[in-house]
């Protein structure tokens, strides 16, 4: 059974950081792009980062350009996403999803994904 596990999720501060962990079983991290995105109530999903390590590239959202980096460990079969500088409009459930391609629009169209993670960012 494939399976993601999000994980990392919290209470933090504006301008605070957190690292949410993107655990893979099942199957390897390598056999598809990875990537993060977020709901919040009374918004759309919004893609937040992507990264595909099979041929190098990652997408990020231009509402977390430079606060926000997506990274993996295949020894770990683990993708992370640190973010920094945290804003409260940065709440939101985060889910990690294995996808085809980090592609434009690529959350919008995803294999599986995890039950997903909290972060609330107080002001």
């Known amino acids: 059974e494939v399976q993601l596990v999000e994980s990392g999720g919290g209470l933090v501060q504006a301008g605070g950081s957190l690292r949410l962990s993107c655990s893979a079983s099942?199957?390897?991290?390598?056999?598809?792009?990875i990537g993060w995105f977020r709901q919040a109530p009374g918004k759309e999903r919004e893609g937040v980062s992507c990264?595909?390590?099979?041929?190098?590239?990652?997408y990020a959202a231009s509402s977390v350009k430079g606060r926000f980096s997506i990274s993996s460990d295949n020894v770990k079969n683990t993708v992370y996403l640190q973010m920094n500088s945290l804003k409260p409009e940065d709440t939101a459930v985060y889910y990690c999803a294995a996808v085809r391609f980090c592609e434009s629009n690529w959350y919008r169209r995803m294999a599986f994904w995890g039950k997903g993670t909290l972060v609330t960012v107080s002001s």
């Open positions: 099942g199957f390897s991290i390598d056999e598809y792009a």
């Open positions: 990264i595909s390590s099979s041929v190098g590239s990652t």
